[in-house]
């Protein structure tokens, strides 16, 4: 039997989360994550059995990104006017799955930060907003005290850019290039989670800390009136509450 074709389709589908293709990754994570948790929500006695749960949430993240801008050059100012400010926190909004001992999750995640002229008469300052799709699973051990689980927590994420934009709509990431253009963020993670329970549901608090391990990045973008740049921290902490059911 001849099994001869077009070798670009053979390649296996989750080769395409690599860093090289993000506008591919950005939509086939999201259809597994939907597809397993459809699959799990709809099989009641084998969830209950494996002692699922399923919830959602958010997480305040606590990691600087600053933002450096020259705005308002022209013919008559060539150097444009400088400005300069940290975003301290970013927030993501969570859907999580929880095996017992394994969680997975799959969250949106918003940066928001806001440039502002160092000169009162420029009027040239911007808004920056990076958004980007958070995919994770963490290993947790659970005990149980009473009527709450404390459990440790260690794991990965992965942060795939979705959008790097102004306030006026302009694509900022087109003018990126270099090894961290594409904005994509790997963390490790671990901390501390609790459950406190009310029947079958109950309320989960996490704080976790996290580390790049290939280090932060910086990046420039070319703007119509200057240029905006972009310095990540290497670190975050994460503030989480959750919120899930017992299947």
């Not at 459809?38 to 958010?58: D, E, F, I, T």
């Not at 993240?61 to 926190?89: D, H, K, L, M, R």
């Not at 961290?180 to 490790?188: G, H, K, M, Q, T």
């Not at 119509?224 to 990540?232: E, H, I, K, V």
Request: glycine fraction near 12%; hydrophobic fraction near 45%.
């Amino acid at each position: 039997m001849e099994v001869h074709g077009d070798e670009s389709t053979s390649v296996p589908e989750p080769r395409r989360l690599c860093p090289e293709a993000p506008g591919r990754a950005a939509v086939n994570p999201l259809a597994l994550a939907a597809g397993l948790l459809l699959l799990w929500m709809v099989l009641p006695p084998g969830a209950s059995a494996l002692g699922l749960a399923y919830g959602g949430g958010a997480s305040l993240n606590f990691s600087p990104v600053t933002f450096s801008g020259v705005y308002g050059i022209s013919s008559s100012n060539p150097s444009g006017s400088a400005s300069q400010v940290t975003s301290e926190v970013s927030a993501t909004s969570l859907q999580f799955l929880d095996a017992t001992y394994v969680v997975f999750h799959l969250g949106l995640f918003l940066n928001r930060g806001s440039t502002e002229p160092t000169a009162a008469s420029t009027t040239n300052a911007f808004t920056a907003v990076l958004t980007g799709l958070s995919l994770g699973v963490c290993a947790k051990y659970p005990f149980t005290i009473g009527p709450v689980a404390v459990f440790p927590i260690v794991g990965v994420e992965y942060v795939l850019n979705l959008t790097f934009a102004d306030d006026k709509g302009d694509d900022l990431k087109a003018g990126l290039s270099g090894p961290a253009s594409s904005l994509n963020e790997l963390w490790v993670k671990g901390g501390i989670g609790v459950d406190v329970f009310l029947g079958d549901l109950f309320v989960r608090p996490m704080v976790l800390g996290g580390f790049k391990p290939f280090g932060a990045a910086s990046v420039t973008a070319a703007h119509p009136t200057g240029s905006l740049a972009l310095a990540f921290n290497s670190y975050k902490i994460d503030v989480c509450i959750l919120f899930g059911y017992r299947l």
